[in-house]
């Protein structure tokens, strides 16, 4: 049996994530097609193909699909899993994804299948949506996708009955793909370094994403031990979201105080006193994974904590 190379846009991509994952990373040709290829983190594929399952099976992480390059899920059960689980607690690595690349397209796509339970006439019965969520103009995909971020992960690939036909029903319906890019600009680019460049911005907007295919440790877990860390030293308990340099000008809500972290654990944030920061519910989820900086390590009650906005950053 003979390999098909892998064509020059995709070995960059390949390239792109070994760097992240620190480890070689691999394709893998979709059956039949010589112009579809995952990219895919080959140490981690063995766990999650799950046994039984043939490699060829295997479909999810970055899919070069033709002309488009994506984040997807194709009928694994156990990245669906994972997807699902982490997208729950971290909804926004879906934004970050769509837009940390959106200067290299000019068309704004997600689909998801989701299914429905009704149960009209006593017996439970279940409908099939593939939903879609599209745009070509930025501004309006962003909109829809936050009014739905919350609602994507739960209604995302829902626990199928088992129909005792064996693998084929638990595996349906677990379709997910984020465009991420338009595959031209690397294929396409005359200098290796563009396209390594161009190749390593997809991979790095994808890489929060990509990273809820693996299993992480609860948030909450996380946020308790930071709360830990940061109690054994005197310290005022109140939301400190007005110290946060450059953060939109919002009052607090009065609600429970929670000790946050500037640096997100999922991007190698520390549980260390000087990482955190106390904030109230409602301003720890406006800062979630925008702060930069941290605390004076010798003295813990200087705080220094810039609010990241993405938006004027993209516009430079
Ligand atoms: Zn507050």
């Not at 691999?26 to 043939?54: H, L, M, N």
């Not at 984040?71 to 990245?79: A, E, I, L, M, W």
């Amino acid at each position: 049996m003979t390999e098909i190379e892998a064509p020059r846009g995709v070995t960059f991509l390949k390239d792109a994530l070994a760097e992240r994952l620190g480890r070689p990373a691999a394709t893998r040709a979709v059956k039949g097609s010589s112009s579809e290829w995952y990219i895919f983190d080959p140490c981690f594929a063995v766990i999650q193909r799950g046994i039984g399952s043939s490699n060829r099976g295997y479909r999810s992480g970055i899919l070069v699909s033709h002309s488009e390059i994506f984040f997807s899920n194709v009928h694994s059960p156990t990245p669906a899993k994972l997807l699902k689980t982490n997208l729950k607690q971290r909804p926004e690595s879906l934004i970050n994804a769509a837009e940390g690349c959106r200067h290299l397209r000019n068309y704004h796509y997600l689909h998801y299948s989701s299914r429905k339970a009704s149960s009209k006439s006593g017996t439970k019965k279940y409908i099939d949506t593939l939903r879609v969520i599209e745009s070509r103009n930025w501004k309006i995909f962003k909109e829809e996708l936050e009014a739905n971020l919350g609602g994507i992960a739960y209604d995302l690939f829902p626990e199928l009955p088992n129909s005792g036909k064996g693998i084929g029903e638990t595996c349906r319906g677990t379709y997910f793909s984020l465009l991420l890019a338009d595959y031209k600009h690397i294929e396409l680019s005359k200098s290796d370094e563009t396209a390594a460049q161009l190749a390593a911005e997809v991979i790095d907007a994808a890489w929060y994403l990509f990273s809820c295919l693996y299993p992480w440790e609860s948030p909450k877990k996380r946020d308790a031990s930071l709360r830990r860390a940061m109690l054994s030293k005197p310290g005022l308990l109140n939301c400190e979201y007005s110290k946060i340099v450059g953060a939109p000008i919002s009052n607090c809500d009065n609600s429970a105080i929670e000790a946050a972290h500037i640096i997100p654990y999922a991007r190698g944030g520390s549980d260390r006193s000087w990482n955190g920061i106390w904030l109230c519910t409602k301003h720890h989820r406006i800062t979630e994974g925008k702060l930069l900086g941290g605390r004076d390590r010798s003295n813990l009650s200087e705080l220094r904590v810039r609010f990241l906005n993405h938006q004027i950053i993209d516009e430079k």
